[in-house]
């Protein structure tokens, strides 16, 4: 293996924190599980500044307002789009509430950055694309996972070519439900909620950025196991097939009684590569990155950095922003590529059979 695999190197695709001068306005909408972390990461955000938060929920904010007395908030987020000094809207929002937030932004003239998934259907992603594009901003999933150092990693290894062309990828998350915890919303597929939405789309989105954007068939089982009484998926098997003749399996179950496994395992044809993100506190929970390329079958672990995600993903998109790049640092149509692979994993299940998505 090439001495350069041992190095410890940047995110891929990590922001420089240049900019073209001006400070772009920030509003962010909603304070949800990850809203309002939002508020730190704009504060230290190159070119950028915190104008206002909008969140109807009391409760939800007063604990915010007392660590950011600085920031404006607001309960009606019309208001905030309504600014004329806010170029960026942050949408921390219910899944189900993201495409007409979205497009209420854009026709404001906003651009928008939004957490994953892009929307609750493809139908949905394919409207708020193109009222982006009518008004002439950008519109960006949010993908942070991309932006995780032990990713990242994994993927410059393999783009690397030292170990030979990728074959195979199985990615998982076995993860504790826990639906006593979770919003009302999560726990109902019409509203965005699931595993598949919250999880799957990470592996998917993990699986093209790393093997390619050009899944051609999709088989799936995709299932409530854990809690038969909800009305979403708790389980899901996901085989692709890649016109560059790449395969991959996505598995993930939410449990009630397990253990947590989170990662993913990557096949070439000079060695291995075993990804893992630790999940929760367990005594076994480990990020890191190791390789696989002798012999006698021995992992090698790779030095991996730490970095602030959150911070990395969403500078990347100021700069670009600042720079008026043609497209933004998760290419827009990415977030509509994962859910038509999510979608196309549902009407697999559902029909029993292969779904063709590359025509």
Avoid at 87 to 107: E, F, M, N, S, Y
Wanted: hydrophobic share 40%; aromatic share 6%; proline share 4%.
């Amino acid at each position: 293996m090439a001495a350069r695999l041992c190095e410890v190197t940047n995110v891929a695709g990590m922001a420089s924190g240049k900019s073209s001068g001006k400070t772009l306005g920030v509003a962010v909408l909603g304070t949800g599980r990850i809203g309002g972390s939002y508020i730190d990461v704009v504060k230290q955000t190159k070119g950028a500044a915190i104008r206002a938060v909008a969140e109807p929920r009391e409760e939800q904010v007063a604990p915010l307002k007392m660590k950011h007395k600085d920031v404006e908030f607001v309960a009606d987020y019309k208001e905030v789009l309504a600014r004329k000094d806010v170029d960026i809207v942050i949408g921390t929002l219910p899944h189900w509430l993201h495409k007409q937030a979205a497009i209420d932004a854009a026709r404001a003239g906003k651009h928008i950055y939004i957490e994953k998934p892009l929307a609750v259907t493809l139908a949905e992603c394919d409207e708020m694309l193109a009222a982006a594009k009518k008004a002439g901003v950008k519109l960006m999933t949010a993908h942070t996972q991309r932006y995780y150092p032990a990713v990242a990693r994994a993927k410059e290894i393999i783009d690397s070519g030292d170990l030979g062309g990728l074959v195979m990828i199985y990615d998982y998350w076995h993860k504790p439900y826990q639906p006593e915890t979770r919003p009302k919303w999560m726990l109902d597929r019409k509203l965005g909620g699931g595993m598949g939405q919250m999880d799957g789309t990470h592996q998917i989105d993990r699986t093209l950025w790393i093997g390619g954007n050009d899944v051609y068939s999709v088989s799936a089982k995709v299932g409530a196991i854990t809690h038969p009484e909800l009305p979403c998926d708790d389980t899901a098997m996901v085989f692709l097939r890649f016109k560059s003749g790449l395969a991959a399996s996505l598995a993930r179950i939410a449990w009630d009684k397990g253990a947590t496994e989170y990662g993913a395992d990557y096949f070439l044809t000079k060695g291995m590569i075993r990804m893992r993100i630790a999940y929760g506190r367990g005594p076994t929970q480990k990020t890191g990155v190791w390789v696989g390329d002798t012999p006698q079958g021995d992992w090698k672990e790779v030095p991996v950095k730490t970095n602030n995600s959150l911070l990395d993903e969403f500078q990347a998109f100021v700069d670009a922003i600042a720079r008026g790049d043609a497209d933004t640092p998760v290419p827009q149509m990415h977030g509509r590529n994962v859910m038509e692979v999510l979608e196309a994993a549902e009407k697999s299940s559902e029909l029993g059979r292969e779904v063709i998505i590359g025509k």
